[in-house]
């Protein structure tokens, strides 16, 4: 028989999930329940408890206005919980020079072409530029990688087709967002980027 607390729980859920629709990400530490004002997080091992939290929480603004308030300069910046989905951002969709960042596209790109059989993703070559690229952020890693197996326009594409329209590698420097690089991790992170095999080697 169902305890009760487990029925009232479901049917909470049931009614929450069909009159405010939320979006909802489940992972196998806990459940997360997002709204536009909150986000809920119910833990795998505890089920019974759930956690309520703000979707941007004002202490983080705090500490950023506290740190960054008397410069002149221009920050981006985006904070992500992917566990509760509470976010901050400042800046988000403004474009920066985007410094060793474009390597995380990089990266990308020579995994999603990989997974298309494309090329040996284990071949010597391509695994000793790729750990020099992200590990120790070597430029000429980087280059080799963008030369032998792709192009910043190829690059480019991809990130457009991942939804990160600030992010162009044909540019000397590269340009890209805050929002386009989050965006680009928490892919990664959550298992969808490229695949999930890919995204667990690009962590």
């Known amino acids: 028989m169902i305890p009760k607390a487990i029925l009232l729980l479901a049917v909470f859920v049931l009614l929450f999930t069909f009159f405010i629709k939320p979006s909802l990400t489940v992972r196998a530490e806990g459940t997360t329940i997002k709204t536009n004002s909150a986000s809920f997080y ?111 326009g190829e690059i480019t594409d991809d990130m457009r087709n991942l939804g990160l329209s600030h992010t162009d590698l044909t540019q000397n420097p590269t340009k890209t967002s805050p929002k386009d690089m989050a965006k680009l991790l928490e892919l990664i992170a959550k298992g969808e980027a490229v695949n999930f095999d890919a995204s667990y080697a690009m962590l």
């Open 42 to 152: 119910i833990p795998a091992e505890n089920p019974l408890r759930v956690y309520k939290f703000d979707r941007a929480p004002k202490e983080i603004e705090q500490i950023v206005s506290r740190n960054i308030g008397n410069t002149d300069a221009t920050f981006g910046i985006v904070i992500k919980n992917l566990s509760t989905g509470q976010e901050y951002s400042l800046n988000a969709d403004e474009q920066f020079i985007g410094a060793s960042l474009y390597k995380l596209s990089v990266m990308y790109t020579i995994f999603r072409k990989a997974a298309k059989g494309e090329f040996d993703i284990n071949q010597a070559d391509i695994q000793n530029n790729l750990k020099s690229m992200i590990t120790v952020s070597s430029n000429e890693a980087s280059i080799n990688l963008v030369e032998k197996y792709t192009s910043w």
